[in-house]
């Protein structure tokens, strides 16, 4: 990896080291502020976020908020129960939450606060300075800043108490964002997003479009081309990994032609939990032991594989919803000596240390009936 152009790439791990340079950045903007993102509730960051970009708007510069509709159910269901921005539910949307809470019965509300407008939410909603898209169901997973047209930051950390340190249910959030410095990144970014086009041969980003031109997905392949040509190591570490056929069979081929294989995922997720452990049991069980699976205590909420070659994170799981129908965004880099993946593997290998190896198949239990159930639901 070309040392120069790494200096421009700052790893971010975790909401508590991303948080303050995001909201850093938003508040000191000059010009213009763009926010793409999937989950933004209506909690303390969700709010500072919010009162940073007013501070901004306030100085003249133009910001444009996007937030999906899509990620409205998720934002009345867990946590605080409270969205920024999706303050009205419609009768789909409530009975989709109903259902989630009766399947997850650890995210029904205790004590739910009263979900009102804010003087912020109405002072965004009402600003010259301000555009906000916050209606549209775009089915848009992907997560991102721009800042001035010269600063991008990306990865897989939404807008939200819990990515801030602990969920209600006690689970340290683990995950990455990355602050891309320059002009030339941020216009490689829209080169790939807008016209599908990679400028860069040290780094380039896999997306997935819906809403746009040209309408690709493409992450399923970019994971299958790093899984096929892994040839020593084949790390992943995911929030929700589906046992979708032609991943667990090129992920076991590999075991068999040697490469060293490793699974990390939470113990306990806070959705699809039982398809993990399915997962988790197949791959063990076929590959005789071969694959090495790691239960984290943290909640996993990262997206990474990594190969001896290269290594990617951003918002893509693998399950069908995020190959199908999600619009994703993955920043993939060369595994070579730098700072910034060098900072990346040290933190990856911290938190393999920290979790459970499992050797036994027979060990990792799951519920097959709401395996049956979360296979239409993810």
Not at 142 to 165: C, P, R, W
Not at 262 to 285: C, G, I, S, W, Y
């Amino acid at each position: 990896m070309n040392g120069e152009l790494y200096q421009d790439f700052t790893l971010l791990i975790d909401g508590k080291n991303a948080f303050p340079v995001i909201l850093d950045a938003v508040e000191n903007a000059e010009k213009s502020v763009e926010i793409n993102m999937f989950i933004w509730r209506d909690d303390e960051i969700g709010n500072r976020l919010a009162q940073a970009v007013l501070k901004s708007a306030d100085r003249g510069v133009k910001a444009t908020i996007s937030v999906d509709k899509y990620g409205s159910v998720l934002e009345h269901l867990e946590e605080s129960r409270k969205s920024f921005f999706h303050k009205k539910l419609n009768g789909t949307e409530k009975i989709k939450i109903w259902g989630l809470s009766v399947f997850y019965p650890e995210h029904r509300a205790k004590g739910k606060e009263k979900d009102t407008l804010s003087d912020t939410y109405r002072q965004l909603l009402s600003h010259p300075n301000i555009k906000i898209q916050k209606d549209v169901f775009k089915a848009d997973h992907s997560k991102y800043y721009i800042i001035d047209g010269k600063t991008l930051i990306l990865g897989g950390i939404n807008v939200e108490d819990k990515e801030n340190g602990k969920d209600r249910q006690g689970r340290e959030y683990q995950d990455y964002m990355v602050k891309i410095d320059g002009e030339r990144h941020v216009e490689n970014f829209k080169a790939k997003l807008f016209k599908g086009e990679n400028l860069s041969s040290e780094y380039y980003f896999g997306v997935n479009v819906k809403n746009g031109k040209p309408y690709r997905f493409e992450m399923k392949e970019e994971y299958l081309y790093l899984i096929r040509n892994a040839k020593k190591e084949l790390s992943f570490v995911m929030a929700y990994f589906s046992p979708l056929k032609n991943f667990m069979e090129e992920i076991l081929l590999a075991s068999k032609r040697g490469v060293r294989v490793r699974v990390m995922l939470p113990l306990r997720a806070n959705f699809q939990n039982d398809t993990n452990h399915k997962t988790a049991r197949k791959l063990l069980e076929k590959s005789n032991g071969n694959i090495e699976i790691y239960f984290t205590p943290k909640m996993a909420h990262t997206k990474l594989v990594y190969t001896e070659d290269w290594l990617s994170f951003g918002s893509t799981n693998i399950t069908s919803k995020a190959f199908k129908q999600l619009a994703e965004l993955n920043l993939f880099v060369k595994n070579e000596p730098c700072a910034f993946a060098d900072t990346l593997k040290q933190s990856v290998e911290e938190n393999f240390a920290l979790a459970q190896r499992v050797t036994d198949f027979k060990q990792i239990k799951y519920n097959r009936l709401k395996t049956l159930v979360e296979g239409l639901l993810v």
